[in-house]
């Protein structure tokens, strides 16, 4: 990688005006939904080289992304690898992976790990392939900027960073935006790195950024502006470098993932002091804790929530406080006349939705979720169901999904949502992923207009048509 000898020219883009808001509409339509339009702000690829099964893999990403394959074929490690990036740079150390500690509980305190860690999966050497001693993760993508008040409107971002024994040797990327744009590069902690101007024209100026050696990456080191320089223009220029330096770490913080492992399993849970709204927590028990809070903090999620989950599985959702720092959760059903009952005794689908629908709402427009498993434990109805539902979110709130999935009825809706014109064929990539000799091999399977796939799902139905070869032979013995 070479750095550049000198600032790059002023690159312009059009500002695009999208607004950054949580307001979610649950509608789920029952049969057709309208031809969805996609955002443009989104993640376009991701990289992976050393890092686990992954000796050097590339996805190209769309609106609606699926990973199809068999297990222990690396489909999970690309989100494992996202959060473990995301966790790097938001707590802005010079190491990759770092120790998680378990924290004392309380009736008060329950949760068992800090709100900042979301992953934890051992060492370095647990991560990267043996023998090799650096791993790379490359990310790019679009996203809005996360404050208005810059006027950065849509802006393209890239980056890559090399870790070597656990840590940060070297990392590069670009910025682009309607105001300029710039590359960055270091190419070690010991190596002369020189700085990296944005010049702009309103307010007029410059600001110089410097790599640094950890996974702040970036940081303002000069602002500059001709006469008159007045306090408010600093102030301005000031306010844009530190958005513009926040940039990667504002990417990576866009990723919202949904893990496989969710569900209730107790009948009630303590209420912690701080309501937090934050569902991205390392373990399950947290988890649950978390969205129980949100749950009985928002009357409107709560109300919504029961909603569609009376919609998907004719069961509704209430909680009781027992005490003042203690919830129960119930399951309502109009038809029933014997009231409330248990949450944790309903069906484990009905058990798990809620850890798939609040995240959702949750996550602001223009951003992304990485949804692991959405089929688990549900009926092929209430999957195809969740599968529209997840399109017509992508389309009403501008919201892109990773979705790694080893179900046939999700990989349906979306192919017959392409072959009906619901959903454009390029706004879906499809990744099937394979384990070769220890090795992951991620092939881009095409999609024609009609929802068809080139070549066929290769081993996606195999086992089905296996059985039913099977089963047809022993109907014709008799």
Request: aromatic share 8%.
């Amino acid at each position: 990688m070479r750095l550049p000898a000198k600032p790059r020219a002023e690159i312009k883009f059009d500002s695009l005006h999208m607004p950054h808001s949580t307001n979610f509409s649950f509608h789920l339509p029952r049969k057709n939904y309208p031809l969805l339009r996609y955002n443009h702000a989104m993640l376009k690829s991701v990289r992976l080289k050393n890092f686990k099964l992954h000796e050097d893999t590339l996805i190209e990403a769309a609106p609606i992304t699926v990973f199809i394959g068999p297990n222990n074929s690396g489909k999970s490690s690309v989100f494992q690898a996202l959060l473990a990036l995301r966790q790097a740079l938001s707590q802005q150390r010079s190491t990759f992976l770092g120790p998680v500690g378990r924290l004392d509980t309380s009736p008060t305190n329950p949760f068992m790990y800090v709100a900042s860690e979301s992953v934890n999966i051992g060492e370095f050497s647990d991560v990267v392939r043996g023998g090799r001693g650096t791993l790379s993760i490359s990310v790019s993508g679009d996203l809005q900027s996360p404050r208005p008040v810059t006027q950065l409107g849509r802006v393209q971002a890239s980056l890559e960073v090399r870790i070597g024994d656990n840590t940060l040797t070297d990392h590069e990327g670009e910025f682009r935006a309607h105001i300029g744009g710039f590359k960055w590069g270091l190419l070690g902690p010991t190596e002369r790195s020189e700085g990296f101007r944005l010049s702009i024209q309103a307010p007029p100026g410059s600001i110089i950024f410097y790599p640094l050696a950890d996974f702040r990456l970036l940081q303002i080191t000069t602002v500059e502006a001709p006469p008159p320089n007045t306090p408010e223009i600093q102030r301005r220029l000031t306010e844009i470098g530190s958005t513009v330096a926040g940039v990667p770490a504002q990417l990576l913080n866009s990723l919202h993932h949904v893990f496989a492992l969710r569900g209730f399993e107790e009948w009630g849970y303590p209420l912690p002091q701080e309501r937090a709204q934050q569902l991205e927590r390392l373990c399950l028990p947290d988890r649950a804790v978390a969205l129980v809070t949100t749950i009985a903090s928002n009357a409107r999620f709560k109300k919504e929530l029961s909603d569609r989950l009376s919609e998907l599985l004719k069961i509704g959702i209430d909680i009781e406080y027992v005490g003042s720092n203690r919830v129960k959760i119930f399951a309502t059903e109009e038809k029933r006349g014997d009231g409330q009952r248990l949450f944790i005794n309903e069906g484990t689908g009905a058990n798990q939705l809620p850890f798939i629908l609040i995240p959702i709402a949750l996550t602001p427009k223009n951003e992304t979720i990485l949804l692991s498993e959405p089929e688990v434990h549900l009926h092929p109805k209430g999957q195809c169901e969740l599968t529209r539902m997840l399109l017509t979110v992508a389309k009403k709130e501008n919201i892109q999904f990773f979705i790694e999935t080893h179900s046939e009825h999700v990989l349906h809706v979306i192919l017959n949502a392409v072959g009906r014109g619901d959903l454009a064929k390029d706004d879906v990539a499809l990744h099937y992923f394979e384990n070769v000799e220890g090795a992951a091999q991620v092939k881009r399977l095409g999609i024609n207009e009609h929802g068809q796939v080139d070549g066929g799902l290769p081993g996606f139905f195999d086992q089905s048509l296996a059985e039913l070869t099977e089963y047809l032979g022993a109907l014709r013995k008799h």
